[in-house]
């Protein structure tokens, strides 16, 4: 298994970087490889939420589905795919930090 961590700090407030983690298609706007996402779920937010993001990796368009594991508000979001033989979890996590947001993001990538 291998595992990234990255943290990085935000001027914005705690809830407006959660919203931008948490709700798919603000995700979707913050991260420029991300081309289009399709719900796979009615519900686009929260535990289950499952959708289908395809981005541009290396030149080519690579889709994968996802789902929203765990989710407390202003806290842990969880995302979990199975693509490609390996479970991909990422946790983001926002806490507070000098009037602004820090933002944790742990991936665990586990092969089978």
Same mark, same amino acid.
């Given at each position: 298994?291998?595992?990234?961590?990255?943290?990085?700090?935000?001027?914005?407030?705690?809830?407006?970087?959660?919203?931008?983690?948490?709700?798919?298609?603000?995700?979707?706007?913050?991260?420029?490889?991300?081309?289009?996402?399709?719900?796979?779920?009615?519900?686009?937010?929260?535990?289950? +939420?499952?959708?289908?993001? $395809?981005?541009?990796?290396?030149?080519? %368009? &690579? @889709?994968?589905?996802?789902?929203? =594991? #765990?989710?407390?508000?202003?806290?842990?979001?969880?995302?979990? +795919?199975?693509?490609?033989? $390996?479970?991909?979890?990422?946790?983001? %996590? &926002? @806490?507070?930090?000098?009037?602004? =947001? #820090?933002?944790?993001?742990?991936?665990?990538?586990?092969?089978?």
């Amino acid at each position: 298994m291998t595992r990234t961590v990255v943290t990085r700090s935000i001027k914005a407030p705690i809830n407006l970087v959660f919203k931008t983690v948490s709700e798919i298609e603000n995700f979707s706007k913050a991260i420029p490889h991300i081309m289009r996402v399709e719900f796979l779920s009615e519900n686009k937010s929260g535990i289950g +939420a499952r959708f289908r993001e $395809t981005r541009l990796m290396r030149g080519k %368009e &690579v @889709s994968t589905e996802l789902e929203v =594991t #765990e989710f407390v508000q202003d806290s842990p979001v969880r995302l979990v +795919a199975d693509s490609h033989g $390996t479970v991909w979890d990422t946790l983001f %996590e &926002v @806490s507070p930090n000098n009037g602004g =947001t #820090e933002l944790t993001m742990t991936m665990n990538a586990r092969a089978y």
